[in-house]
């Protein structure tokens, strides 16, 4: 059983900074492609970023190029996204997710596993 735990979501003004963790726990850790998610109330859920097993390889959504940061750490099981410059826009429940798989996806169906979520609101 592979497990998702994110933290680090909160209250933040636009233009601030907030540091997203996925804790995993289960199986090798980097054999795992790793995603985040966000849905707002009443959307569909979308891709933020993904990042490859071996780390090298990370993707983004247009909207937060420059601005996200996805990364992890496969000695701490420990996926990241490090958010700056926020935006009212970027107001969303965030979710990690895990894919075993070695190509990386937009489509959250091809994802296995997924965290609980944490909520980001951005104040303007």
């Known amino acids: 059983q592979v497990r998702l735990v994110e933290s680090g979501g909160g209250l933040v003004q636009a233009g601030g900074s907030l540091r997203l963790s996925c804790a995993v726990s289960?199986?090798?850790?980097?054999?795992?492609?790793m995603g985040w998610f966000r849905q707002a109330p009443g959307k569909e859920r979308n891709f933020v970023a993904a990042i490859r097993g071996s780390g090298e390889g990370t993707y983004y959504r247009d909207s937060v190029k420059g601005r996200f940061t996805i990364s992890r750490d496969n000695a701490k099981n420990t996926e990241y996204l490090q958010m700056n410059s926020l935006k009212p826009e970027d107001t969303a429940v965030y979710y990690c997710a895990a894919e075993s798989s070695v190509i990386v996806s937009r489509d959250p169906l091809r994802y296995d596993y997924w965290g609980q979520g944490t909520q980001v609101t951005v104040s303007s």
């Open positions: 289960g199986r090798t850790f980097s054999s795992y492609a």
